[in-house]
């Protein structure tokens, strides 16, 4: 496990994608593969399916599809509008919701453009360029240990991308924001270049009792009837809606069963490259505790949403992230501890190391980066609580924390030159980082003393009540007492004296009491120490003999395996069809009648009253969700699904249960992906919104 | 995993133990095992440590050790006074609390009998003789098929339960209750027969802040400052104090460092002599399903305790005892997930296999049992979810429901033989089941709401929101209105009206329109249906696969290893002695100064007032806890230390957290039982509670 790679938090639930279980199963005989738009399999796709993907088509769908910070979107008019799910709006809605108006409840519809709200910390990018600079990369660390190579690594990536935006204000889109990005566990490097708005507006969005229908019980399962729409707006900088000439026409009746379908989306991680050793500490370690912490904190935020109105409105978002989180984590546990797939996966490493053994010349050159990952592993093990509850932030489990700890170390970062930074501060990453950190979005007292007194009490619980740090904190209080005193103390929930403590530097900073920062202060020392150890130690070895696997792989099977997601811009195909489930078939589709024969009146399965009163107008027969076997994974949530045509014949929300597995490995005969069907989109739309005007810019009127 | 006989909700905490890691390795090389009283290796303790206990000194011990509904206690004066751990009379003690007096908090003393307060619900059991039926049971079921046999074994062991209390009618101690015990998986069937005490009365308890210091974080931790004990009295039915001439003395100074010492006691389950794919299931299943559903409780309960006094008042005891639960789970999972533990036991298991393959008339006799239990794990896997929830109630999590269960199955399985019913409802079981369901405990409505909703919420999550019997149960409701109809409708509260509902039987039952007891009836069918097909499939191969197994073990190695524990009455030894940490040496004693040096003031580290008052006049040096070699877990909570002239040196109350692992194998460099020293009781009584009465009845002026 590399934690540092697994942004869960930046990746809002979902999905799951495919690999061939054994590398010597070839990928033509499923739909497996989160393929790259620069190596996407095109003959393969053409003597399967018949559908051949000109370049045309394939730039018109990468720049018809955007990057959220939690999911995928794309374009649907020429003016910047954009489809993606209401789970991804979530935050959005939040943000605007209040006592007496929860939008999250009641949904949301500008009649203008005026009418939009903006969402203060999302962001859409789109992707206009890639560049390979592996040699580059290679070059600048060859003949390095380990440990240099990762610092210089870094440097040269910090390097890469400035250079890259620099150069880019004289190209022919203007300027871009490049990101680097590791593909093959360290086989590649690549500049990904993308065009950023980060003025992004609500347009619409159902109620949440119809766009989560079923709720927690349903997540992740199929049949389905989930209206998880929302639809958002691309504003350039001067407050104009994007032009967008590369959108997707919607086909109003969907998809036939059976027919071929493509998903261009962002999926977050996958873990199908991983060494053996690598699985066992996810599996020992890093799943179980996780779990343990997580399942808590959900008992902790439903009992809490018990005490008032308030209280379950505003813990409502983070329980319905975290119960996703929480069946991600859970079904991944049960994947690994099904001894099949290890054994398939120590299959799978000893073939390679037979290929690399009987190459005397590679062999030599690689040596054995399987024992320099195991060894690190056991180091992982042993730093893996402080680095959690430290620097990973668990023992202080705020939104307020986060702030105060950004501010920080912004302010001491920034006293240096970029490529010496850590990297999350590297000035390519500023502004961003400034939109995170002063964006508008209501704090919650209650919620934040919940969280954090959580957080103290759980790193006193592992770490020990003597561990020093543990003992310092808590000389004279519990975990409530000073969890309370903190929250109340603290003033970082106004965003304006964020701005100022953003825009103030290092003197602002130095001279601030404020508590939150102050205790941000007194731990930071200990957290970077914990930061540097787990970095030197477990992330540069693990890397370094990752990049010398990813050799051998690539010497024994070239690039006809395609990478881990890494929430960058994937394509894949499949076909829309259902599966046999102990020995039952599911098909693939779902019609409207259901939902309301499946209705108790109590949350999560209730239905909206704009939705009761027109039963009786609704065409029962539409079609409302579907399943297909594309290879999707949590970060792919809002992508399109396109027909041969390159028209958008669906909106990805879930995975079927068994998707979950796919984080390791993709099941042809069970792994299904879920999307919503355009014709109930259009049925909700016309008849239960009539958002006329949504619909002539959609151009369906 | 069988489930059936991990009777975890009646065991309260603790500790663990051992037997060796490997087969190959004997006894004599550690501290390892929980001897029966009739197997215990009396010639290896004396050429180890000198200490020859005779005959006389184990029928002392024995008879001087009784056994509670959770815990071990030992007799210490001959009125029946019995030392106990405060953990193991916190029901009792929460039984007799109010909002206005809380005696888990203020402790308590009786100055006199008549103030010693009944225990509603708890027991005491002394061991007065034991009788080997194995003979018998096997004659039983010659020849049958696993399922007939299953159902042989059962009725055969109820009847000779039923005819050793007949017959002890006419004995040496008048009535007696047998208990049939399984030792070794099927390998020894015996009759343990007890003389009852059902008349348990408090005497003396601490204030919780003192018994518990350091409360959860502390837990299976050592060194450790708790005054874990409790004094409890046994009356005879006729109200009077019990005669008990074979009680303990106590030393009033404690053990030495390397003293060689005893604990008598009811080690309450281990799990030492599985086979390997139980240990899988358990790995795999049992306990990361267990720990997710329990951690989630926990959340629960802990922000159902900040709503208010009362609501953390009442919450205090259940929650204590899942975080206990919690922390046994968790370090069991990690004993499993450590491939060197799976690894040993293999070699363990493909040792054993090899000699019965080298002996073809034993292979012949026993076939292939390990692949039976291989085959019915699979089956165990697959009734999990409907077993767990429906039958063993973690779908109902209430206590209203387990009496309205019991009232209905009691009702309809009396109208049956005794030998056809569901075991628990046995004639020799009765009484016992009367008074756990008659008692006047209180009934918390708020707690029950929490968790029976919390039931009915997971098991929608995991049994499916379209199975069946979660459609029937939420139709129109959700949880949390279905859990609140329930509570608020149902009487079953009243203790008087449980009497005359368990008195009334089948008619008064089937009158009866409580919604618990038409909730019970609703289900009864579906739950008696998992339930058989679970005895069927999966109980009934493994056992006489055990048997086939223990067959094997006894050619083998005779009865040189323990049986696992069974809550029944064992014997170890080892010495008072520390461990090594990571390098650092842990001293076998802690001292009363750094109890005080340690307290934060707040929860779970605040000292009572009775104790901070009288901090100047206390002995700093005084020994507070101590560790030890010996062998122990869960269930022994309350055994006496003894030591070799039969003397009462300590109170075990804990075990470190290397401890737990002990319910797989005992490693000797690190697994230490944790006890109360005598000279802190001794301290406590005289000076912070002068409880003159009772240490003159100690005989300890």
Known sequence: MRMSRRPLSAVLALLASPVPL????????????MWTFHDFPRELVKGRYGADLSPAWLERVRTATARLSNCTASFVSPDGLMLTNHHCAQGCLDEHSSPEHNLLHSGFLARTRDEELKCGTQVADVLMGLEE??????????GLDARSANDTRKKTLTQLEQTCEQQSRRGRYGPLKCESVDLYQGGQYWLYKYRRYQDVR?????????????????????????????????????????????????????PQAGEVVFVSGHPGTTDRLLSVAELETLRNVGLPRWLLR????????????????????????????????????????????????????RLEEEALRARVAADPQLAAAIGEPWSDIARAELREQELYLPYT?????????????????????????????????????????????????????????????????FGLERMREWLG??????????????????????????????????????????????ASHDPMIELARSVD?????????????????????????????????????????????????????????????????????????????????????????????????????????????????????????????????????HSIAGSYWYDPQLNRAVAVDPAVMLEALRKVYKADGLLSELGLH
């Not at 600079?133 to 060859?142: D, E, G, L």
């Not at 046999?580 to 399965?605: H, S, V």
């Not at 969700?625 to 909106?651: E, F, M, Y």
């Open 133 to 142: 600079v592996t040699a580059a990369v290679q070059a600048a660390i060859r």
């Open 389 to 453: 509850f430290l620097e990973q932030g668990a023992g202080f489990n705020s939104h307020l924390f986060t702030y105060a700890r950004t501010l920080l170390r912004a302010a001491a970062e920034r006293t240096k030159p970029s490529t010496d930074r850590l990297r999350e501060y590297r000035d390519t990453a500023l502004s961003r980082l400034a939109q995170r950190t002063t964006a508008p979005v209501p704090v919650y007292p209650a919620l934040e003393k919940l969280t954090l007194s």
């Open 202 to 254: 609500l347009v619409f969005a159902p109620e949440r009792d119809i766009a989560a229908f079923g709720g927690d019980p349903d997540n992740f399962q199929f049949p389905r009837w989930c209206l998880d729409m929302s639809v958002l707006r691309a504003y350039t900088g001067d407050g104009k809606p994007a032009a967008t000439p590369a959108y997707l026409r919607i086909r109003p009746e969907g």
């Open 525 to 657: 020392g200990e957290a970077r120490a914990v930061r540097k150890s787990y970095e030197d130690e477990v992330e540069a070895p693990v890397q370094a003999a990752s990049e010398k696997i990813a050799r051998a792989r690539f010497s024994a099977y070239g690039t006809s395996l395609p990478p881990d997601a890494t929430f960058t811009l994937r394509l894949n195909f499949g076909t829309v069809q259902g599966w046999k489930e102990d020995g039952r078939e599911i098909e693939p589709f779902t019609r409207l009648a259901r939902l309301f024969e499946r209705a108790t009146g109590e949350e999560p399965f209730r239905i909206p009253g704009s939705w009761l009163a027109l039963r009786a107008q609704l065409d029962p027969q539409t079609p409302f969700n579907l399943s297909t076997s594309n290879d999707i994974v949590g970060g792919n949530s809002g992508s399109p699904l396109i027909d041969a045509q390159g028209r958008l014949v669906g909106l990805m929300f879930d995975g079927n249960i």
């Open 22 to 33: 054994l590398l010597a199963s070839p990928p033509a005989f499923s739909d497996a593969g």
């Open 294 to 345: 997580a399942a808590e904190l959900r008992g902790r935020y439903i009992e809490f949403g018990k005490t008032g109105a308030e209280a379950s409105r505003i813990v409502e978002d983070p329980l319905n992230y975290l119960e996703n989180a929480i069946k991600v984590r859970r079904k991944q546990l049960d994947a690994l501890l099904d001894d099949r797939l290890l054994k398939a996966k």
């Open 465 to 510: 009540p003597d561990a020093p740090i543990v003992r310092a904190l808590l000389t004279s209080d519990s975990p409530d007492t000073l969890a309370a005193r903190l929250v109340d103390g603290s003033e970082l929930a106004d965003p304006a004296l964020r701005r100022g403590l953003w825009d103030g530097g290092a003197a602002r900073i130095d």
